[in-house]
Antibody, heavy 129, light 112 residues
Framework: QVQLQESGPGLVKPSETLSLTCSVS????????WTWIRQSAGKGLEYIGH???????NYNPSLNSRVTMSVDTSKNQVSLRLSSVTAADTAVYYC???????????????????????WGKGTTVTVSS | QSALTQPASVSGSPGQSITLSCTGT?????????VSWYQQHPDTAPKLIIF???NRPSGVSDRFSGSKSGNTASLTISGLQADDEASYYC????????????FGGGTKVTVL
């Protein structure tokens, strides 16, 4: 059973870069998509984006220019970097596995993303000087 | 404003059944059977309880059931219990943008 654990600085200064790591255990990383989701205090869930172990990524357009995700299979880790942070980026950040699949219509692939089945416990990040 | 619309709160008495709604468009809920639901107790991570509209992961109580009609998905909790008091979020695959996955704003369930 795959397990995820987020880690990183709990406090980041405005305009700096937030860097988080998701440590993966219990599964071969090559078989999964990985996603980052955040939740501001008292608010709902916000999809930040996802990455496949092979390197393909997709980011939330509202954060696209500031987000970078990467995978290090040698360390069994998934990373998130969010640049130029402001107080609005203060949130609990979760990593999760993303179930995805592909359907072929003729020779054309259609990629779909279904659900987040395993979640980490989350890590709180506060942006403040 | 969230992409999927959920009522802010729903309440019920122990033993009752309640239904939570999640409304989207033909580009997400109406167009694909990739709707999922998550339960979140305070200060804990969300937990998957329904995927692909109607399917329950192993270990999730059969008191939780999902369905879909047109652009609206629903989560029914039957035999309401005190531990069901939590926030519930719906999610769907979307082809409307490059985002791929969207969430609802969440529904707070209160057990009276």
């Amino acid at each position: 059973q795959v397990q995820l654990q987020e880690s990183g600085p709990g406090l980041v200064k405005p305009s700096e870069t937030l860097s988080l790591t998701c440590s993966v255990s219990g599964a071969a990383m090559s078989t999964y998509y990985w996603t980052w989701i955040r939740q501001s205090a008292g608010k709902g869930l916000e999809y930040i984006g996802h990455i496949h172990t092979g390197g393909s990524t997709n980011y939330n357009p509202s954060l696209n220019s500031r987000v970078t995700m990467s995978v290090d299979t040698s360390k069994n880790q998934v990373s998130l970097r969010l640049s130029s942070v402001t107080a609005a980026d203060t949130a609990v950040y979760y990593c999760a596995t993303l179930y995805a699949g592909v359907i072929y219509s003729g020779s054309s692939p259609f990629y779909y993303y279904s659900h987040m089945d395993v979640w980490g416990k989350g890590t709180t990040v506060t942006v403040s000087s | 404003q969230s992409a999927l619309t959920q009522p802010a709160s729903v309440s019920g008495s122990p033993g009752q059944s309640i239904t939570l709604s999640c409304t989207g468009t033909s580009s997400d809920i109406g167009g694909y059977d990739y709707v999922s639901w998550y339960q979140q107790h305070p200060d804990t991570a969300p937990k998957l309880i329904i995927f692909d509209v109607t399917n329950r992961p192993s270990g999730v109580s059969d008191r939780f059931s999902g369905s879909k009609s047109g652009n609206t998905a629903s989560l029914t909790i039957s035999g309401l219990q005190a531990d069901d008091e939590a926030s519930y979020y719906c999610s769907s695959f979307t082809s409307a943008s490059t985002l791929d996955v969207i969430f609802g704003g969440g529904t707070k369930v209160t057990v009276l």
